[in-house]
């Protein structure tokens, strides 16, 4: 079985064992050994920020009623 079948049958991941899944550490691994941190700090803040502006902007405030 290849590492992509494998992963494909794999349950969702939820946030707290996402990083312990194969992909993850797979690009962890590469990023190390060809030395790509900074460069991988950049992307992956590009994201989270991109990511954290589109759930703030989905959001609307309920107004409170007063009785």
Do not use: C, H, W
Request: glycine fraction near 2%.
């Amino acid at each position: 079985m290849s590492k992509e079948t494998q992963a494909a049958q794999e349950a969702p991941k939820t946030g707290k064992n996402f990083k312990s899944s194969a992909d993850v550490e797979n690009f962890y691994r590469f990023v190390y050994e060809n030395n790509l941190r900074r460069e991988a700090k950049m992307i992956l803040s590009a994201i989270t920020g991109l990511s954290k502006s589109a759930s703030k902007t989905k959001r609307k405030r309920r107004s409170k009623k007063v009785q």
